[in-house]
């Protein structure tokens, strides 16, 4: 049977669907004919950008690991890094920004869950979510309505579920007011020679569609998620997906119970694009077809048509390819944990996607055209105008703060600086009694159970920087990463970047991504921590501005030892505070000539002085990866007793937090080549300040000597204020207590500013 | 001694009652499918958190239609113990197992963070290691954690010596500051009227290593082992 006599599809329909008339016309030269309408559906979102990478697929292409993976056996759906002793973790970030713009509660929660089905179908155990968000001013109502909508649904599906959520960041910037950003990550923890995978291999198994039935909801998500938002976007509610934590917290047992009896030969998740995705991926993916029928498919809605129940993206389902010969032990067992698991069809030999229902068929592809041969663009990269005066502006003359003291206090009570507690309270942090570091120091830190290992994770990326200057924004993202990792004692051995940028199809949109690729893929190679999964998010944008460059790194930490982490806080008494930095004066080494330089793009400038500008700090990789290799050793050897890194806000906020924490005054001293304010609150890179026992001041200077690092001496731990004086003149001095408060009481403080606005 | 561990659709805190019993107390624990019936063998049952069938209806509200539950009862009139954690707790208030509701937090928001309870209670089987008055730091992670009853019924458990924990600051004062969720009288944890069955919100069994922050779960545990048969 084939398709004949089918007749052309009017262009509006095909546009309205996200296609343009070259690619309607490459979808009939590779039917040779033209396209039914569940046809042009499926091309048209498995072509889309979200789902094709048809802009970004050839700036990928600079990630190792993803050249290795298009040139070999495929892509699949996370990265699994190993960590030794036959384990591996797989680990991933995906964006959910559009659809939370629109409908804040539901997907955000639908997020994870879809980034957990992509851990646990291939057979890893999930152990904890992280994630990245980013909003508009909360003096904004619409803004708190988003943020507190967004924490709520992480929340909501994350608890139930049953994973933990270990750690996140959180930034609050204007160009985020109309179109916020929620990227979640997760992980999961996989004997090697336990992986299953999306392949649809052995001509005759049985295909089943498991989980949740199939329903209206999220038609298109992948398209909508491929233009700008705008006022018609509050239209588009329908294309948001609706997630069930409890369904998927049995989907999880049942998965990973079905994987493990050795019957399922491939299994892959129904995210964007539905069955139509996981049809033609899993096909292309071993060289064989699938026919299936989707009378076949439960359906939760009357009527639906094969073009809706191919397109939907209803969660909490997956499809698995099971030995034909074994379709009812399988069942059974998803059976026993009450999810539902039917045969829509089966593979076969010929490459085809044959979607029938009933006798009729409605859609016969070839599947490799549909996975694979999206066509791709290679868009015009131009250099934004805004950018040359923005980095061009001469900081020297921003002026001095009349009041030191009230200028940190301002700082900290920022809500991208001040503490995240108000969120990170809503998420079940302890769940599954493998958290060692919860959230509010450096990394996350957890630990393997079965053995002594533990792992870091964090996920960072400052998008002020980044829209500097993309590409040293991109490398300070990573090498912030691997510095918190090292804060904690982890050394970094992986990477996933979830890329959030506005449209590449405007020049300058496409400069911004392809620059920042650039930085990203030439870090993580430098820091030994390379990428292995991904998700590209554009289109970032309303008609009035575009958010900032945001490439949000996940990064993942190895311990050895977890007994030998670290956290940030002081922890007592007469310790000695020492600022590591990546510069070696002896070794002429210099600073940027005035400090000053690196309060580009800094939190002081912004909140301060309400400047935007300057150029990112400098990043010296060499310098930065000395300074990880002597924290972990110093770490390791129980020399370094709190570690904090220097970031966002500068040293004083590094200090200021390492006190809050500890619950403990510092007496510090700084000197300063040029105003106090830059020694401060500048953002110079590749500094740690860490903490030491005075016996132990000899052997830490032993390891800065060997790592060819710079160590500073600063002050001392103690008291119930914490003092800094610059060349000899004290300007700060205020109690733990009121810049615990302050820092603290920030945004739960905006939260309760009369109300939100839907 | 062994304890059975019973999982429902959703209970994702078995695996911390599971690992916490076999690796810290070193007794056999086993994990129990809510469809059984059968409890022979088992001297300890525990319903660990989580979230049973996703909460719906109420926390707890379908959980207490399972068959295990009538098997609990059962295992309970004849003198067996079982400890409620988290949605265990609320499963077993709504099963009338123990006295009482648990309703949302006074925040309308889940919480997550380590708290302070004072033990009022070391006679129990649940509390016989710890000390009368003891402060223990527990985690609490809850949406639906804030124990009510009436006042008739408050007025017997704390007559009766039934309140277990109640939530408290560091030197021990169960303040209203110190209340997470809006507990009438601070309440965390309670007994029955027999000593058998108890409930808690805070979470002992994250509670039982020093690589997890606090080992003060350990002596609930530890309770429970020890206390006489």
Redesign the interface.
């Given at each position: 049977m084939s398709i004949t006599d089918t007749k052309p599809i009017e262009p509006k329909e095909y546009k309205e669907m996200g296609l343009n008339e070259a690619e309607y016309n490459e979808i009939v030269r590779v039917l040779g004919r033209h396209p039914t309408y569940t046809e042009v559906g499926m091309y048209s979102v498995m072509w889309s950008e979200h789902c094709g990478y048809k802009y970004s697929r050839p700036i990928l292409r600079l990630f190792k690991k993803y050249r290795e993976a298009i040139d070999g056996a495929g892509l699949e759906n996370a990265g699994i890094i190993d960590i030794g002793d036959g384990l591996g973790v797989a680990m991933k970030i995906e964006s959910h920004n559009h659809p939370s713009a629109v409908e804040p509660f539901q997907s955000a929660a639908t997020g994870i869950g879809g980034m957990l089905r992509d851990i646990f179908t291939m057979g890893a155990r999930p152990i904890a979510a992280l994630n990245s968000l980013r909003f508009g001013p909360l003096d904004e109502p619409r803004n708190r309505y988003l943020f507190e909508q967004v924490i709520?649904g992480l929340?909501?599906y994350g608890?139930?579920?049953?994973?933990p959520t270990v750690g996140g960041e959180v930034y609050f910037e204007e160009c985020y007011s109309g179109n916020c950003l929620v990227n979640a990550m997760a992980l999961g923890l996989i004997r090697h020679d336990e992986v299953a995978y999306a392949r649809a291999d052995g001509v005759g198994n049985s295909v089943l569609i498991v989980g949740s039935y199939t329903g209206r909801d999220g038609i298109h998500g992948a398209t909508f998620a491929s233009v700008e938002l705008n006022e018609e976007s509050e239209s588009k509610k329908s294309n948001v997906q609706m997630g069930?934590?409890?369904?998927e917290?049995?989907l999880i047992e049942a998965t990973l119970e079905a994987i493990a009896s050795g019957f399922v030969v491939g299994i892959q998740d129904m995210g964007a694009a539905g069955i139509t995705c996981s049809t033609c991926e899993t096909s292309a993916k071993a060289g064989t077809g699938m026919r299936i029928d989707v009378k076949n498919v439960p359906t939760r809605e009357e009527c639906m048509t094969p073009y809706e129940i191919m397109l939907s993206e209803s969660q909490e389902r997956m499809l698995a390819i099971v030995q034909k010969d074994k379709v009812d032990e399988v069942t059974a067992i998803f059976k026993k944990?009450?999810v539902p698991a039917n045969v829509i069809g089966e593979v076969t030999d010929d490459g085809l996607v044959h979607v029938y229902e009933g006798d009729d068929l409605v859609a016969q592809v070839p599947a490799k055209s549909l996975a694979d041969d999206a066509p791709t663009y290679q868009l015009e990269a131009k250099e934004p105008a805004y950018l040359a005066a923005l980095q061009n502006y001469d900081l020297s003359q921003v002026s001095e703060p009349a009041d030191y003291n009230e200028a940190l206090l301002a700082i900290l009570a920022s809500p991208s600086i001040a503490s995240k507690q108000w969120a990170?309270?809503?998420?079940?942090?302890?769940?599954?009694?493998n958290?060692?570091v919860a959230p509010g120091s450096n990394a996350a830190v957890l630990?393997i159970?079965g053995t002594n290992k533990g792992i870091g994770v964090v996920v960072d990326c400052n998008g002020r920087y980044c829209y500097l200057d993309p590409f040293v924004g991109a490398q300070i993202a990573v090498a912030e990463a691997a510095r918190n990792l090292a804060c904690s004692g982890a050394k970094a051995v992986g990477a996933t970047d979830c890329l959030n940028f506005g449209n590449p199809e405007r020049p300058d949109g496409f400069w911004q991504f392809k620059r920042a690729v650039e930085g990203l893929a030439e870090a993580c190679e430098f820091f030994d921590a390379p990428i292995v999964s991904g998700n590209v998010s554009l289109y970032n944008e309303t008609p009035e501005m575009a958010v900032y460059p945001t490439p949000a790194i996940g990064m993942l930490g190895l311990l050895d030892d977890?007994?030998k982490h670290c956290t940030s806080e002081f922890k007592a008494e007469g310790d000695v505070v020492v600022l590591i930095s990546g510069v070696r004066f002896d070794e002429g080494e210099k600073l940027p000539v005035c400090e000053r330089e690196s309060l580009g793009g800094s939190e002081y400038l912004k909140v301060i002085h309400g400047i935007v500008a300057g150029r990112p700090p400098v990043l010296d990789m060499e310098q930065e990866k000395r300074v990880h290799g002597a924290l972990l050793k110093g770490i390791g050897d129980g020399v370094i007793k709190s570690a904090h890194d220097c970031a966002d806000g500068g040293l004083a906020v590094t200090l200021a937090e390492s006190c809050i924490a500890g619950g403990i005054g510092a007496d510090v001293k700084l000197s300063a080549n040029c105003g106090p304010s830059a020694a401060l609150f500048a953002e110079t890179q590749s500094r740690v300040v860490v903490s030491v026992e005075a016996e132990k001041l000899g052997l830490l200077r032993e390891i800065v000597d060997a790592y060819r690092v710079e160590s500073t001496i600063l002050g001392t731990v103690g008291g119930d204020a914490m003092t800094i004086a610059v060349n000899d003149v004290e300007i700060i001095n205020v109690g733990v207590s009121e810049l615990d408060s302050c820092w603290r009481n920030a945004i739960p403080g905006k939260m309760a500013e009369t109300g939100v606005e839907c | 001694m062994k304890f059975g561990v019973v999982r429902f659709?959703?209970s994702?805190?078995d695996?911390?009652a599971y690992?916490?019993v076999r690796d810290v107390t070193g007794q056999s624990v086993e994990y129990i499918w809510h469809e059984s019936t059968d409890l022979s063998g088992f001297d300890c049952i525990i319903l660990p958190?989580?979230?049973s069938?996703?909460?719906?209806l109420r926390a707890g509200g379908v959980a207490k239609n399972s068959p295990i539950i009538d098997a609990i009862r059962k295992f309970a009139d004849g003198g067996g113990r079982v400890i409620g954690i988290g949605n265990g707790f609320q499963i077993l208030c709504e099963a009338g197992l123990l006295p009482g509701d648990l309703l949302m937090n006074n925040t309308a928001?889940?919480?997550?963070?380590p708290v302070k309870v004072r033990v009022d209670n070391n006679t129990s089987d649940f509390s016989g290691k710890c000390c009368k008055g003891q402060v223990l730091s527990l985690?609490i992670?809850h949406?639906t954690g804030r124990y009510y009853c009436d006042s008739d019924t408050l007025n017997v458990l704390e007559k009766d010596g039934r309140v277990l924990l109640r939530y408290c600051d560091e030197s021990g004062n169960a303040t209203e500051q110190a209340n997470p969720n809006g507990s009438v009288g601070n309440i965390a944890g309670v007994v029955n009227e027999r000593g058998n069955i108890a409930g808690m919100m805070p979470?002992p069994?994250?509670a039982?290593?020093d690589?997890?922050?606090s080992t003060d779960g350990v002596c609930i545990l530890q309770s429970m082992v020890e206390a006489r048969l």
């Open positions: 709520a929340g909501y608890n139930a579920v049953g994973v069930d934590p409890f369904v917290n049995v944990w009450g990170y309270e809503q998420f079940d942090q302890t769940l599954l009694t958290t060692v630990r159970r977890v007994e | 659709p959703g994702s805190g695996k911390d690992f916490a958190g989580g979230a069938y996703g909460d719906y928001r889940f919480r997550c963070l985690p992670a949406l979470h069994e994250r039982v290593e690589i997890l922050g």
